[in-house]
């Protein structure tokens, strides 16, 4: 896999590379401005064979033991860590995050993910078998759906691809995976490390193209059994919907707008280490970042001085360079939306305590920002910006401030900090999103889910939870009556 050019082309199908002869995408380096490649796209008969690929595969994947299976995810694991370096490197280039995000997390998160799935494979989980008619066996099968279509984004390539990859895989699924058209490198590295681990043609097998061509001959597909989908939730509703037409499956990771409370009791500096790391990690273009700071008034001050402070601290440029803390935004379109989106804030009334601008010169650089005097119904807090900006807000009462973080349409994570027991359980109980971090804010764990409440989707990944959307579970009924008219059959008819 090492040195892998892509000159074969960027289809991945049937355990073979091939040029995909839809349109053909330039692919621009984030951070220097300058062409990254040229990306070839699949038409809509090349989704067809991938998909047609994936359900050749199924007859002979979802009959391995899951023991053979985790064995395969095992050897997976072994390969992706022996290509660690060109993972990451190639996870820099396509995105513009730091070197150190791409080894100390994308990377590794990766495959513990890999290795997680290999355990859980083996660890399919039930209700008891057991008599609970009379005279039978009731019992539960867990059996794989068919062919997954996922589509991922952008933000997190190799973690996004392992999310959608290895729970429908450690099912007994197949899959054809459409990664985001501006990313698709380490999801092709991963199927290749799939294919040097042994695993089967036609397991997995990646597409790229656009949304609208690609993306929606994946969903409608007739013979995909279920689309599972990460990326924003204008797109996710769209998917939805169209995924309606053949009455498939829909597993939706969407956007977040994360609140961040601040209780007047809280670490201050814990919190504001907190909330720096949490609105800045991969610049912001994070679906769990903090965004929507809501600090308790008698602490506003002290916790938004201390934030600006590290913020501006921070060293924003050239991802290569081991001492950058912050890489590049996607692109600039994306850095254009942030930018604009900061300006209208500060046109409406808020008030920049630091960054609030973008790096002179290539790449797409933006300061990490802070913003106070916005007003809770503003866009830069009820819209995600998908950059590195925190929006802090003042609150008197502990109500109030669990009311505003369940003031927006999103429900994906949120932290609250506090050192009152009491307070950090309510603020667990109450607030509406799929994980609360307590005096904690971003990290995952692969044996944990992922996943949101109200318009940030439905569904989770990660953790044995993931297997209830990618398997049917099924209930067989045996019967071991000796008679042959039963009992139950004398409400329909009797003996006679
Ligand atoms: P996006 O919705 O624009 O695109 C995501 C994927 O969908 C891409 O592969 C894209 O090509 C594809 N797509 C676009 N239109 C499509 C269509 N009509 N039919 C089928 N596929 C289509 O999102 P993005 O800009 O790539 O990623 C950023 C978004 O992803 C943010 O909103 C972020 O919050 C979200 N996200 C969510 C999670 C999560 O776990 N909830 C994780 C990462 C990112």
């Known amino acids: 896999m090492s040195g892998f050019n892509f000159s074969q082309g960027h289809q991945f199908i049937n355990g073979s590379w091939r040029r995909g002869t839809g349109e053909l995408l330039i692919r621009i380096n984030p951070a220097t401005g300058e062409q990254l490649e040229e990306v070839d796209t699949a038409s809509v008969a090349e989704v067809d064979e991938a998909v047609q690929a994936a359900a050749k595969a199924f007859e002979i994947w979802s009959a391995l033991t899951p023991g053979e299976r985790s064995d395969h995810l095992l050897a997976l694991a072994r390969e992706l860590q022996s290509h660690a370096q060109v993972l990451a490197e190639v996870e820099t280039a396509q995105t513009g995050k730091s070197m150190r995000m791409s080894t100390e997390f994308d990377v590794p998160g990766s495959i513990d993910n890999v290795n997680f799935f290999a355990g859980a494979a083996r660890n399919l989980q039930g209700l008891a078998s057991g008599d609970y008619a009379g005279n039978t066996t009731s019992m539960i099968r867990r059996e794989p759906i068919g062919v997954v279509g996922s589509i991922s984004p952008w933000n997190y390539p190799l973690q996004m691809a392992a999310w959608k990859v290895l729970p429908a895989i450690a099912a007994g699924n ?14 092709l590295l991963f199927a290749q490390a799939a294919k040097d681990a042994g695993l089967p043609d036609g397991v997995i097998n990646v597409v790229v193209g656009s949304g609208a061509s690609v993306g929606e001959a994946l969903v409608r597909h007739k013979q995909v059994r279920m689309t599972s989908f990460t990326g924003s939730t204008q797109v996710g509703l769209k998917i939805m919907t169209m995924a309606a037409e053949t009455g498939k499956r829909v597993h939706l990771e969407l956007g977040g707008k994360a609140p961040f409370v601040v209780f007047d009791d809280a670490d201050i500096e814990a919190a504001a280490h907190g909330a720096v790391a949490g609105s800045t990690i991969n610049a912001g273009q994070d679906c ?23 913020m501006d601290a ?24 942030v930018s604009s989106m900061v300006q209208r804030a500060v046109g409406s009334g808020a008030s920049v305590l630091a960054g609030g601008r973008r790096l002179e010169g290539p790449g797409n650089f ?10 809770q119904d503003s866009e830069i807090v009820q819209h995600e910006v ?19 973080a369940n ?13 009152d027991l009491n307070r950090a359980m309510r603020a667990s109980a109450q607030i509406q999103a799929g994980c609360v971090w307590i005096n904690e804010h971003i990290i995952i764990v692969s044996e944990m889910p992922h996943g949101g409440y109200k318009s940030s ?24 009556d000796t008679d042959t008219h039963r009992e139950w059959q004398n409400t329909v008819f009797l003996q006679r």
């Open 366 to 375: 933006y300061r990490p920002t802070l913003l106070v005097g916005a007003s």
């Open 457 to 480: 989707g439905m569904g989770k990944d990660m953790s044995q939870y993931s297997f209830d959307e990618y398997t049917n579970v099924k209930h067989v009924l045996i019967s071991h």
């Open 407 to 419: 003031d927006t349409p999103y429900g994906l994570a949120a932290s609250a900090w506090t050192k």
């Open 174 to 187: 197949t899959i054809v995976l459409k990664p985001s058209e501006l990313t698709p490198g380490t999801s």
């Open 386 to 404: 998908f950059g590195p900006v925190l929006v802090a807000l003042p609150f008197e009462t502990d109500e109030e401030a669990i009311e505003l």
């Open 314 to 337: 921070m060293v924003v440029g050239d991802p290569q360079d081991p001492n950058t803390d912050m890489g590049a935004l996607i692109s600039a379109a994306h850095l254009q939306k």
């Open 288 to 310: 769990t970042a903090a965004t929507r700071a809501y600090v308790h008034s008698s602490v506003f001050e002290k916790f938004t001085r201390r934030v600006a402070q590290l």
